[in-house]
């Protein structure tokens, strides 16, 4: 097993491409830890969030994903994002708009084209209920410089790419 300072450059500094050891305090059993802490934080608040609305917790997924979206989204692009059937995914919109979060809008010539979009009181009630998580965020950024949350925001972006990719679990 290499130590980080035996991975070093001919110049004897530390080689900054190289691989982490896994038995270091940053490798990757540490980062799983991590991750399914955090994992497990924001599902608390997020079932917290869909008990208080009276929703499911993969409406509320379903609220991220549109919210985040570039652009507004169709059912078609929801249902292959969250991986769902057309019926699960109508179900989940048809209680969405009920609940007053989402609306549907036919805008385009071919009038079969419905997009999806965060209703703007919807997301008042979002932010309000979310806003601890929001300030426990910041309490944290606070911690590091700039450089470093460039890094954790690259790191980030990485395994959420890497986690896109990943085919999906089949039981």
Sequence with gaps: MTSADSRQTGGGAPDPAAAPDP??????QA?????RRMNGEINRMTHGFAANQQLHPTDVTALAAILDAPAPLTPG???EHLGLTSGAVTACLDRLERAGHIRRARESADRR?????YEASARMAARDYFMPLAE??????ARFSEAELTTVLRFLAAINEELSEAPPVRR
């Design 23 to 28: 038995a270091s305090a940053a490798g990757l």
């Design 31 to 35: 980062f799983a830890v991590e991750l």
């Design 77 to 79: 692009a929801l249902r």
């Design 113 to 117: 084209v419905v997009h999806v979009y």
């Design 136 to 141: 426990a965020t910041d309490r944290a950024r």
